[in-house]
């Protein structure tokens, strides 16, 4: 009775050895400011789902949402550390940190000349670099720019936004960005930085007067209810950035970073899908309560053409912003 046993166990070991060790899921943590169940949200779970088929399950991603791991500043500090391995929202967001400024450029005012323009230039070669070295430098890498933002316009407690002059003295939220700030201070705004998690109360309180967003971030979180006035301003047009600890990237494997990469380009298939519906949505949505108010365009591109000029050269190299419009001629 013993020799079948022996046999067996033996014959366990050499498959064993054949086979090799088997390999170690890796756990991957990605948060985000958004609300569950809106367009990042459903980007992130198939981000999730495309992780694990790439990898043959080896990649497995835990997904939270609503702020859960903090806000964006919060959460670079821990990608930076390595205690978080991604995150994931707008792009620009990256200006946060020190030895990313060259990205204020996407906020310069009228740069791009729609979404597809914008998915264009954020992915060319001269922001792919870009791209590189503020992971050198900041401790967190953009994976990739994939998914469609809605464009940034203006939220209000009070309204119609038509002209320019309507700006002059909102207290307008907008995010801790430096061309942002420059660009509402130049329309006479009262600026102040809110992060996400803070602009409802702010809005229901009457401790500012409006917001710079756009419908994928304002309509989940329900904004609308207490700043009932969108005025397409349309701004700024953005990408949603796939954004990792530089720790965590350079721990993987190039079949693991090619699947993450992959997984990127899936959920931002799903981003920019979802949010297409949710603005088409919320257009009418606001336009059955008489709030949605498409302003003279071309009144706000004048008066912010000159917005960027302090900034050439210092905080982007100097030329690019010529560059990137012929980019897109």
């Known amino acids: 009775m013993k020799r ?14 054949i086979a090799g060790p088997a390999l170690a899921e890796k756990k991957i943590r990605i948060a985000t400011i958004a609300a569950s169940n809106s367009p990042w949200h459903k980007a992130m779970n198939r981000f999730a789902e495309v992780a694990a088929q790439e990898s043959n399950k080896e990649l497995a991603v835990s997904v939270f949402t609503d702020g859960q ?4 500043n919060q ?35 009228y740069l791009f000349k729609s979404k597809e323009a ?9 922001f792919l670099k870009i791209y590189d070295d503020i992971a050198t430098k900041t401790g967190v890498r953009i994976v990739g720019a994939y998914g469609e933002r809605s464009p940034r316009a203006l939220q209000t407690t009070k309204g119609p936004i038509v002209k320019p002059e309507d700006v002059r003295g909102l207290r307008l939220r907008i995010p801790n960005i430096e061309l942002l700030k420059a660009t509402f201070e130049k329309l006479g705004a009262q600026v102040t930085p809110l992060g996400m998690m803070e602009i409802y109360t702010a809005l229901s309180r ?37 954004f990792m600890s530089e720790k965590t990237w350079k721990s993987l494997s190039e079949a693991e970073k090619k699947a993450l990469t992959k997984a990127a380009e899936a959920g931002g298939e799903v981003s920019t899908a979802e949010t297409r519906k949710l603005e088409a949505a919320s257009i009418e949505t606001v336009r059955k309560t008489g ?39």
């Open 69 to 72: 791991l903090g806000d964006i």
């Open 75 to 109: 959460m670079y500090s821990s990608m930076q550390l390595g205690t978080l391995e991604m995150g994931y929202f707008g792009l620009g967001a990256i200006v946060l940190l020190k030895g990313a400024e060259p990205m204020n450029i996407a906020y310069v005012p």
């Open 4 to 17: 079948p046993l022996l046999g067996a166990l033996v014959a366990a070991v050499a498959l064993s050895l």
């Open 206 to 242: 009457g401790t500012v007067q409006g917001q710079d967003n756009g419908f994928d971030l304002s309509m989940p979180l329900k904004f609308n209810e207490v700043a009932p006035y969108w005025s397409a301003t349309d701004h700024a047009y953005e990408l949603t950035g796939w």
């Open 118 to 126: 914008s998915v264009k230039v954020l992915n060319s070669p001269e």
């Open 291 to 329: 709030t949605y108010t498409v302003p003279d365009v071309a009144a706000f591109r004048a008066a912010l053409k000159d917005v960027r000029v302090p900034y050439e050269g210092k905080l982007w190299p100097a030329g690019m912003v010529d560059r990137i419009r012929k980019m897109q001629e």
